[in-house]
T-cell receptor, first 113, second 113 residues
Framework: DSGVTQTPKHLITATGQRVTLRCSPR?????VYWYQQSLDQGLQFLIQ???????AKGNILERFSAQQFPDLHSELNLSSLELGDSALYFC????????????FGSGTRLTVV | GQQVMQIPQYQHVQEGEDFTTYCNSS?????IQWYKQRPGGHPVFLIQ?????EVKKQKRLTFQFGEAKKNSSLHITATQTTDVGTYFC?????????????FGAGTRLAVHP
């Protein structure tokens, strides 16, 4: 257990639907990052939050949005899902300033059918 | 935009052979991190290098950071089947006042017994 909790572990949904992925960071970590990993691909950075505020954006589609709540958990919302959105979605957390290594959760595997 | 290139993309070795993966950045990095992702798992932080020319060892793994802080390498001596997985480098630089960690595409290592 890395200390970063992601739910659900698996999600199967139909095209056009909307889903919410949830992440609870490791205790004490203020930064949360979302990454997308398609089959046998690298880690595509989506978005970063720090203590409730958006800090950086990567290649995140307009159909996707995220937020970090006062208790520091974060949610990634994916809407109007397409087949190509099928992927592993990882959440990672780190301490302030992100000068240390990231701790990744076990990921949510999203399958869009 | 800033890129972190990693080669090779795949590497197949016989157990006992050595393995090296290389990471190159188009810009100077403040530090570089290495992660390992086992098949079906999530990335796990291995190490961070900060100083120019720094070399760190973890048992059979040797990590190097180039003098210009633009490249890095991970060398595994006498690979074992437990080394199987994808190795990612991640370079950090300050952008817009914030630290950004950019992941390479990863090197997938297969070890044949």
């Amino acid at each position: 257990d890395s200390g970063v909790t992601q739910t659900p572990k698996h999600l199967i949904t139909a095209t056009g639907q909307r889903v919410t992925l949830r992440c609870s960071p490791r205790s004490g970590d203020l930064s949360v990052y979302w990454y997308q990993q398609s089959l046998d691909q690298g880690l595509q950075f989506l978005i970063q939050y720090y203590n409730g505020e958006e800090r950086a954006k990567g290649n995140i589609l307009e159909r996707f949005s995220a937020q970090q709540f006062p208790d520091l958990h974060s949610e990634l919302n994916l809407s109007s899902l397409e087949l190509g959105d099928s992927a592993l979605y990882f959440c990672a957390s780190s301490v302030e300033g992100a000068i240390y290594g990231y701790t990744f959760g076990s990921g949510t595997r999203l399958t869009v059918v | 935009g800033q890129q972190v290139m990693q080669i090779p993309q795949y590497q197949h070795v016989q157990e006992g052979e050595d393995f090296t993966t290389y990471c190159n950045s188009s810009t100077t990095l403040s530090n570089i991190q290495w992660y390992k992702q086992r098949p079906g798992g999530h990335p796990v932080f291995l190490i961070q290098l900060v100083k120019s020319g720094e070399v760190k060892k973890q048992k059979r793994l040797t990590f190097q950071f180039g003098e210009a802080k633009k490249n890095s390498s991970l060398h595994i001596t006498a690979t074992q089947t437990t080394d199987v997985g994808t190795y990612f480098c991640a370079g950090r630089r300050v952008s817009g006042g914030y630290n950004k960690l950019i992941f390479g595409a990863g090197t997938r290592l297969a070890v044949h017994p």
